[in-house]
Nanobody
């Protein structure tokens, strides 16, 4: 069974950095697109970053472009989200998710439990 486990969340001051990790099992990174989503209190879930299995490109949504970086360590079956210059509006529960599709989509097939990131001002 496909499983995803996000970790690394915590409290960080605005302007600081944090790295989230997602340990995956039950699938090959070559065949699945995998990415990060987040959901702030009272708001809908939104995409953050993703790696497409079809072309290997990384994609970012506008609020995090230039600040966040998604990367993967295939040997460890782990995906990371490096968060730099964080802002209070980055506060949210962050989820990693995957899909068999060769492009990143919002309706991912598999979801892990989220990890909470709180950015203080």
């Amino acid at each position: 069974e496909v499983q995803l486990q996000a970790s690394g969340g915590g409290l960080v001051q605005a302007g600081g950095s944090l790295r989230l990790s997602c340990a995956a099992s039950g699938f090959s990174f070559d065949d699945y697109s995998i990415g990060w989503f987040r959901q702030a209190p009272g708001k809908e879930r939104e995409g953050v970053a993703c790696i497409s299995s079809g072309d290997g490109y990384t994609y970012y949504t506008n609020p995090v472009k230039g600040r966040f970086t998604i990367s993967s360590d295939n040997a460890k079956n782990t995906v990371y989200l490096q968060m730099n210059s964080v802002k209070p509006e980055d506060t949210a529960v962050y989820y990693c998710a995957s899909t068999i599709r060769e492009r990143c989509v919002y309706a991912m097939d598999y979801w892990g439990k989220g990890t909470l990131v709180t950015v203080s001002s």
